[in-house]
């Protein structure tokens, strides 16, 4: 009767060790594959931030490139005007300067792969700033004869601070868009006003896109 009792607490003691290995085992395998099912995830995001951001920087550089394409074709033809030519030179400068910008974000891999932005923050004029969009904008609203209306009001500091390749992609895209559904012929009207609550160091300002398509 005492063999029985010490065979089957050496069954139990090993049946226990055995449950406790499996246990540790299952535990270690749910962990491995939750792991891995994490880093599938992370390469799934990663892969899809990729082709959003890429998607959107194709349609982005392909804007200010047809303005300088444009503006060069330009002052091609007017190669003896030398006014003519300078204007062409100083809008090609403007698209340039943004498309510089948006060619440095596709370069920053870390920004694509984590599908975060980060802004660059710096002072910029509001004048370079909708001279820029101006120059873009203008040409493709003129190759579907449409009327473009720019409005400045109420601005009091003329120099400001933010990230303005940001700003311009802002503009841009929503200008185009209004490029893009308005018909032939049609009106967009691009607004910048200063509101009444300001100080010595910050400007409220509002941005209006519209149109009529």
Known sequence: EDR????????????????????????MTCQQLADLEEARQDALHATKAKSEFLSNMSHDIRTPMNAIVGMTAIATTHIDDKEQVRNCLKKIALSGKH????????LDMSKIES???ILTIGEFTLNDLV????TIIRHIAAAKNQTLQIQ????????LTGDETRLNQILINLLSNAVKYTQEG???WFRIAGLGKRSSQFEHIRIEVEDDG
């Not at 029985?4 to 535990?27: D, E, G, K, P, Q």
């Not at 001279?131 to 101006?134: L, T």
């Open 4 to 27: 029985t009792i010490a065979t089957m607490s050496v069954c139990a003691v090993i049946l226990l060790a055995l449950l406790l290995i499996f246990y540790v085992y299952y535990r």
């Open 99 to 106: 498309l510089l910008g948006l060619i440095n974000d596709v």
């Open 115 to 117: 599908g975060k932005m």
């Open 131 to 134: 001279s820029s969009v101006d």
């Open 152 to 159: 400045v009001t109420g601005i009091r500091h003329e120099y």
């Open 186 to 188: 049609g009106n967009i």
